[in-house]
């Protein structure tokens, strides 16, 4: 399985690859949003997960999410980010994402979420 984290600070995107890999996926990090962006588009049908923060520079996490919808709505997309308002939560899910969570997170949760969306769909 290969996720891509889109994350502008380093220490967290390099908490979140770290431990992303002990549970034994591949991970690549972009660190602004036209690299994201890029990534996401160009290795659409590689990644299993795309997890997307908000506030990135170059390219907000929510332009980046609508861009990827336009092409696929197949990719899950979890945004981690500090925007933390009920308001904030509804529009990330409005402009696509599949879940949503907020900045400080345990890892624990957000590795739960990860396996929820790639859990295979039945029938």
């Known amino acids: 399985m290969?996720?891509?984290?889109?994350?502008?600070e380093k220490?967290?995107?390099?908490?979140?690859?770290?431990g992303l890999e002990e549970e034994g996926y591949a991970v690549d990090v972009a660190y602004n949003g036209?690299?994201?962006?890029?990534?996401?588009?160009?290795?659409m049908d590689e990644y299993d997960i795309?997890?997307?923060?908000w506030m990135l520079p170059g390219l907000s996490g929510i332009e980046i999410c609508r861009r990827v919808r336009k092409e696929t709505s197949d990719l899950p997309i979890i945004f981690l980010t500090a925007k933390d308002t009920v308001e904030d939560t509804v529009f990330g899910l409005e402009a696509g994402a599949n879940d949503y969570?907020?900045?400080?997170?345990?890892?624990?949760?957000?590795?739960?979420?990860?396996?929820?969306?790639?859990?295979p769909k039945a029938g």
């Open 50 to 53: 795309v997890l997307l923060d």
């Open 11 to 18: 220490a967290i995107a390099g908490f979140i690859k770290e």
């Open 101 to 119: 969570l907020k900045k400080p997170f345990a890892f624990e949760e957000l590795v739960a979420r990860i396996k929820v969306l790639l859990r």
């Open 34 to 43: 036209k690299d994201g962006l890029d990534m996401a588009l160009q290795y």
């Open 2 to 8: 290969r996720i891509l984290v889109v994350e502008d």
